[in-house]
């Protein structure tokens, strides 16, 4: 019986650097989501910049690992972002103004201080959630055909 070699990439490079730089990937995902608002960023981008930080992971290591670490089905993470999307652009007519009609405040946060927050950072957040969700979905449904 011939044992089959067992495919190891062997990048300790790769590896080590993968575990810090994701970190920083996930820290300037999370500053464009917020900065979106008044600057270019937002939901789209920041999206974005997380499912990279996603691919970093599973070209650093594997589809296993990334599972282990975030185990959750991506399909489900695009139809909650979906699912927030359409109730925070359709919530305006519930107070009967016309459909993603905006609200917004200003709250005090930890680390951030004082803060303009929006009803369209829940609609934001869904684009978000709608992004990684496909990205990883597609990204997996790639790797896993092969």
Do not use: C
């Amino acid at each position: 019986m011939k044992k089959q070699a067992k495919k190891h990439t062997n990048d300790v490079i790769l590896e080590s650097a993968t575990s810090f730089i994701t970190f920083v990937i996930f820290l300037f995902a999370v500053y464009l989501f917020f900065a979106g608002h008044y600057t270019p960023g937002g939901g789209f981008i920041g999206g974005l910049v997380t499912a990279s930080a996603l691919v970093l992971i599973l070209l650093a290591y594997d589809i296993k690992t990334l599972r282990r670490i975030l185990p959750f089905d991506y399909k489900w993470i695009t139809a909650l972002g979906m699912l927030i999307a359409v109730l925070t652009a359709s919530g305006a007519l519930l107070f009967n103004v016309p459909f993603f009609t905006h609200a917004h405040d200003y709250f005090t946060l930890p680390l951030f201080g004082k803060t303009s927050l929006h009803t369209a950072m829940l609609f934001d957040l869904g684009v978000y959630l709608v992004v990684v969700g496909v990205t990883m979905t597609i990204i997996q449904t790639i790797g896993e055909s092969e």
